[in-house]
């Protein structure tokens, strides 16, 4: 991996939709749109975050503690 942080652990869509309770279609269209906002990428069925800055600060701006 150039740049990022590659996460070692493969995860599928169905995995991690059960894991936060939401459906795949949900998981589907969010990492959708974290890859079309540059903060995650995906290789060899493993994910990649980018930009860990950003998707924190995307985080917490959509659940604020």
């Not at 939709?17 to 079309?36: C, G, I, Q, W």
């Not at 995906?42 to 701006?61: G, N, Q, T």
């Amino acid at each position: 991996v150039e740049s990022g942080l590659r996460l070692e652990l493969a995860l599928s869509q169905d995995a991690m939709a059960n894991d936060l309770a939401v459906s795949r279609k949900a998981v589907t269209m969010s990492l959708a749109r974290l890859k079309e906002e540059g903060l995650v990428d995906k290789e060899d069925a493993r994910y990649i975050i980018k930009d860990r800055a950003a998707l924190e600060a995307r985080s917490a701006r959509r659940n604020p503690v």
